[in-house]
């Protein structure tokens, strides 16, 4: 995988500097935003968890105000907070929304002659036939979101398992 390249913006100090004026910080939110998602689709993360991602280059002042960053992503549908009780610790990054995901997946099922046939979950996500995919190493989570839209979209039936946590996906 090729390095990832920072726009300039990450060189310049204020860029970590929560800034005094309403119409200021709401701009540096948006450059965040774009360089979170440009981030982590580039480095094919899907959830990312705050304590671990402070960290990383990306965020190498820990004085940014991720919190309040995530929190405009999570407003404007590029994230969402995980967990049982939502508490801030970890979030699901959308560089693709789950209707994008569902998109690309169905198409993939088309190409490669999977329509009326069931897969199951693990397949779709870490198989053999997903492996040069941009959806392959999805995360469950996403994953799930993404069948669910196909389902209301009438092209996939959900088949859970009895015997385990992993479900079967049946293309129409």
Not at 13 to 30: A, G, H, I, S, V
Request: glycine fraction near 6%; aromatic fraction near 12%; include cysteine.
């Amino acid at each position: 995988m090729s390095e990832f390249k920072y726009p300039s913006i990450h060189d310049f100090p204020p860029f970590f500097t929560k800034q005094p004026t309403e119409t200021t910080w709401n701009d540096q939110k948006r450059l965040w935003s774009g360089l979170i998602l440009d981030y982590c689709r580039h480095h094919r993360l899907h959830t990312l968890r705050l304590s671990e991602a402070l960290k990383t280059p990306l965020f190498s002042n820990s004085s940014i105000q991720l919190l309040e960053i995530i929190d405009f992503m999570v407003t404007n549908g590029d994230a969402e907070w995980t967990g049982k009780k939502k508490d801030k610790s970890s979030c699901i990054i959308y560089w693709r929304k789950p209707g994008e995901w569902a998109d690309l997946i169905y198409q993939w099922v088309q190409d490669h002659g999977f329509v009326n046939t069931v897969m199951t979950a693990y397949e779709l996500a870490n198989g053999e036939d997903t492996a040069d995919q941009e959806f392959h190493g999805i995360e469950r989570d996403v994953l799930q979101k993404a069948i669910d839209i196909l389902v209301s979209r009438g092209k996939a039936q959900v088949i859970q398992s009895a015997s385990s946590d992993d479900f079967g996906v049946k293309f129409f």
